[in-house]
């Protein structure tokens, strides 16, 4: 085959199949339909299969972007799966949610001239492909003895469980909440993320054998120490999230009509308020909802204000479009679906209806000014621009800080926000525990978080004093019969395999 | 194994233990309820097994409690723990759908889809000398561990608890076995004082000059009412906040109170606090948040009961379908 250049090949991307929004804003259904194969393979055509792959680097988690990119072009679907989920234990959720512009997409030399490969829906092809068949990397494993806790069953804590429980340990992750997933679960929407999707990959790791406790509050029922002292856990690491909801310190902020994205998105998405009375937890949904902030969270809260039947939804961001937060398909969705911006403007007062409810929001605007430490032009009121309009419901989406619950119960080292303190290699001021995720980082991304989630495993493995199997489970790029030293790919732990 | 407290016959189901039913994920028992036992027809009893929840719950904690897969997360104070039996017991007054819900479903044998807790910070059990402990409404259980736990450390301990008659008396003896004073108050003088709790408060205070803290757990009407009553005497006078809640681990900032100025979760900053800092009427407000949609699920739900030929709760009717005694009868459990 000639060497692919910028010139041969497809010139444009194999575009996504999107529901139509105006149908969309009254369904819960997927928003991004997802490519076919054809599509697929349209899109692996666009990649240059570079000698030095810029995107692997751009992948937090390293996957190899242009091997599991070959596997679908060689029609070899499983093994494009292998690879992926060699790196990714997610492949289906972080090819959806995943920041990719900002990642592997944005490193991409294609971009330089056309629009880069669309990495991410490669990856989401694969992951979908590999729930629909069923397939799942699960290696053989000799149990070793060692016993770890984890505590949040979010893609942090998820991913550290698959690691170790590769590795043969008996692993229990404890979840404070009556589902499995954080985030994935409770915050990101089912238009954006569906909740099968989320099954089929906790499938995956309780088919390694994790176990996942739900109600449970670790710190209150049991603390990190009794863990390590009492119930014989050898290692345990902490993925609990960043969940606690900022708000501003406005005055009317405790009106009724004023709630964190956070609640909003829990009663829809964890208690399915959307279904209220058939389900028990209801929503007060405004009739003109306004959300405070412009980063995916702020994005899911005002879409699904959309779907539950708000007539009009505004955004209300202090800086402009081009400092949002949020992945850039997502703010296009929203834009698309009508939601209304008011860029460059910063609430300063809720008011009140009379009856203790929201009526109103006064606002400032803003401009742009010099930039700040972030390097973003900081945004600075406007003399005498307030201006008032009327509201029934205003969404906090403006952050979160670290969930006090384990720092108030235990003596483990929080740095001066409240997050758990660790060492690069993610160990805790605490012998034995680590820790990763938005509960080190403070709130990131999914992938992030898996990767620290993994990250810890290695170190965690260390700690224990296992044998870290990393070398042999990286994918052969050269070998295409997927095979290492003579043995095939899917008993690629054979380092384990005890010769009886 | 028999039961440490002793506990009025009447109307009430126990079972035999049983293996611990385990709080995996899926597929899950759920969490067994061993014993009901109920006080009036508003009032009920429900003790759950959760070893692990009775080892670890202290006084003024609670759990969160979702009946069945699409139930509603509800907080219920912890009224008292059995840590040889492993068990929690929680008393329930049927206000809404899912308490009157709960009041219809929850039988011996039986389980709920979720528990989860200790929740909350424990109640702080200082060195006090003279405390009274008062309890309103659905508060009267959930003050008791804490009258217990203030017994235990060596206080004098005068407790008063409120009920609108004297029909809807429980828990006397309990009561009576950790106070050294009982004050019953009623609204219609058919036990004990006439009139509010705070009246039974000033009694106290009056007979008492030397009372170092008084804890108030009740509708928040009651608490701001008594917080007010020992404001004038400057007594440290702690409430227990139940603001609408949904997660109870501080993710969705739903529960939040205002404590002297300053914005608490109180599902993870209390839910004790000073009630002489406690914003009442912001608590009242909020409280009334879901109105509309509180009075559709009832409707609904009665509606589906009416359907369903369900006869709405009695006493009785836990009676007539084998209450006392039997424990599988009228649970639909295979026995
Ligand atoms: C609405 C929303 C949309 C987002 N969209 C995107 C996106 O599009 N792309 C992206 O990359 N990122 C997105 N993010 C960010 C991303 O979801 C998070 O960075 C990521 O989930 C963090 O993972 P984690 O494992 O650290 O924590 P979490 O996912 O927060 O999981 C922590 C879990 O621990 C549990 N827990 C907490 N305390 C305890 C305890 N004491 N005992 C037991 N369990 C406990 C919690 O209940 C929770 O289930 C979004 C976040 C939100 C809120
Ligand atoms: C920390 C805490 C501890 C609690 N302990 C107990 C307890 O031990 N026993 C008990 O019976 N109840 C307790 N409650 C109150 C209990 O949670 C509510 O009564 C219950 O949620 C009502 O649900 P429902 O669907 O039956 O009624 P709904 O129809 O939802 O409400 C009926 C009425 O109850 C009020 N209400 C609704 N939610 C609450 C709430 N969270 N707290 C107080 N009032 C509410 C409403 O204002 C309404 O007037 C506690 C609440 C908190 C926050
Ligand atoms: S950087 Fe772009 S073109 Fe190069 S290998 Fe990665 S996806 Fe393919
Ligand atoms: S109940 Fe959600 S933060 Fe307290």
């Not at chain 2, 097994?49 to 104070?77: D, N, S």
């Amino acid at each position: 085959m000639p060497k692919k250049t910028i010139r041969t090949i497809p010139q444009n991307r194999a575009p996504m199949p999107v529901q139509d929004p105006a149908e969309r804003v009254e369904n819960f259904a997927e928003v991004a339909l997802g490519f076919g194969l054809e599509d697929a393979l349209i899109e692996c055509a666009r990649c240059l299969d570079c000698p030095a792959p810029a995107c692997v680097d751009g992948c937090p988690v390293g996957i190899d972007i242009p091997a599991f990119i070959m596997k679908i072009i060689d029609k070899d679907y499983h093994g494009a799966y292998e690879i992926l989920s060699e790196a990714n234990l997610l492949p289906a959720i972080c090819g959806r949610v995943c920041p990719q512009e900002d990642q592997c997409e944005g490193v991409c030399p294609v971009g330089d001239t056309l629009e880069p490969v669309a990495i991410g829906r490669l990856e989401r092809w694969v992951g979908d492909e590999a729930i629909e068949k069923g397939w799942s990397n699960v290696p053989y494993v000799e149990p070793n003895g060692f016993k770890i806790g984890i505590i949040g069953s979010g893609p942090a804590g998820m991913a550290c469980a698959a690691d170790m429980a590769k590795a043969g340990c008996d692993v229990t992750i404890y979840e404070a909440l009556h589902e499995p997933g954080g985030v994935l679960r409770y915050g990101i929407p089912e238009f954006r993320l569906p909740n099968d999707v989320v099954d089929a990959e906790i499938a995956n790791i309780l088919k390694l054998g994790v176990k996942i406790e739900c109600n449970t509050l670790v710190g209150r029922l049991f603390t990190i120490e009794q863990m390590r002292n009492e119930m014989g856990f050898d290692a345990v690491f902490i993925g609990t999230g960043a969940g606690y909801p900022k708000f501003m310190g406005i005055p009317g902020e405790s009106l009724n009509g004023v709630l964190s994205a956070n609640e909003l998105l829990t009663r829809c998405n964890l208690m399915n308020a959307g279904k209220f009375p058939n389900y028990d937890t209801p929503l007060d949904l405004g009739r003109r909802v306004s959300v405070i902030g412009s980063g995916n969270t702020a994005m899911d809260a005002m879409r699904v204000s959309l779907r539950l039947g708000a007539e009009k939804v505004y955004c209300v961001y202090r800086r402009t479009r081009d400092e949002s937060p949020a992945r850039l398909e997502e703010l296009h969705h929203a834009e698309e679906e009508g939601i209304e911006f008011h860029w460059l403007t910063a609430p300063v007062e809720i008011l009140d209806d009379g009856e203790g409810n929201v009526r109103a929001m006064r606002c400032l605007r803003m401009e742009l000014g010099e930039p700040d430490d972030s390097g973003r032009r900081r945004p600075i009121p406007i003399e005498g621009s307030e201006y008032e309009f009327e509201t029934d419901m205003v969404v906090y989406a403006i952050g979160t800080n670290a969930n006090p619950i384990l720092g108030q119960t235990s003596n483990i080292k929080l740095n001066k926000w409240g997050y758990i303190e660790t060492d690069e290699n993610l160990a805790s001021s605490l012998a034995g525990v680590f820790a990763g995720g938005d509960i080190v980082t403070g709130a990131a991304t999914v992938i992030l978080a898996m990767g620290a989630g993994r990250k810890a495993a290695r170190s965690m493995k260390a700690y224990l004093g296992i044998r870290d199997t990393a070398a042999v489970y990286l994918s052969e790029r050269s070998g295409s019969e997927g095979t290492l030293f003579g043995i095939p790919a899917a008993e690629r732990n054979f380092a384990r395999i005890r010769l009886a | 194994m028999a039961r440490k407290s002793g506990k009025p016959k009447a109307k009430t189901e126990e079972q035999p233990e049983s293996p611990e039913p385990g709080h995996e994920a899926r597929g899950t028992p759920g969490f067994e309820i061993v014993a009901r036992e109920d006080f009036s027809d508003v009032t009920f009893l429900l003790e759950v097994r959760h070893p692990a929840m009775a080892k670890a719950a202290r006084p003024g904690q609670f759990v969160i409690v979702i009946t069945h897969e699409h139930g509603e997360r509800i907080p219920l104070t912890i009224a008292d723990f059995d840590r040889d039996r492993g068990t929690v017991t929680l008393v329930i007054q049927a206000v809404g759908k899912t308490t009157k819900e709960m009041q219809q479903i929850c039988r011996v044998g039986t389980a709920l889809h979720g528990v989860v807790g200790p929740m909350g910070l424990p109640s702080h059990i200082g060195d006090a000398k003279k405390v009274i402990c008062v309890g309103g409404g659905l508060g009267v259980a959930p003050v008791y561990p804490q009258a217990r736990a203030f017994k235990e450390g060596g206080a004098y301990v005068i407790g008063v608890v409120g009920f609108r008659n004297k029909d809807l008396v429980f828990w006397e003896d309990k009561f009576r076995a950790c106070c050294d004073e009982l004050i019953i108050c009623s609204d219609d003088g058919s036990v004990g004082i006439k009139g509010l709790v705070t009246k039974g408060i000033e009694a106290a205070i009056d007979k008492h000059p030397d009372i170092d803290e008084v804890v108030a757990i009740g509708p928040p009407v009651m608490m701001k009412a008594c917080a007010e009553a020992t404001r004038p005497h400057d007594i440290k006078t702690m409430v227990s906040l139940n603001p609408i809640m949904v997660d109870g681990t501080g993710m969705c900032g739903g529960c939040r109170v205002k404590v002297g100025g300053k914005v608490m979760f109180a599902c993870v900053d209390g839910p004790d606090f000073d009630g002489h800092d406690v914003d009442f009427d912001d608590l009242m407000n909020r409280l009334r948040r879901f109105v509309s949609e509180e009075k559709r699920a009832m409707e609904k739900w009665q509606e589906n009961c009416k359907r369903l030929n369900q006869e709405p709760y009695t006493p009785d009717t836990v009676a007539e379908r084998g209450g006392s005694g039997s424990a599988a009868a009228g649970t639909g459990r295979p026995s």
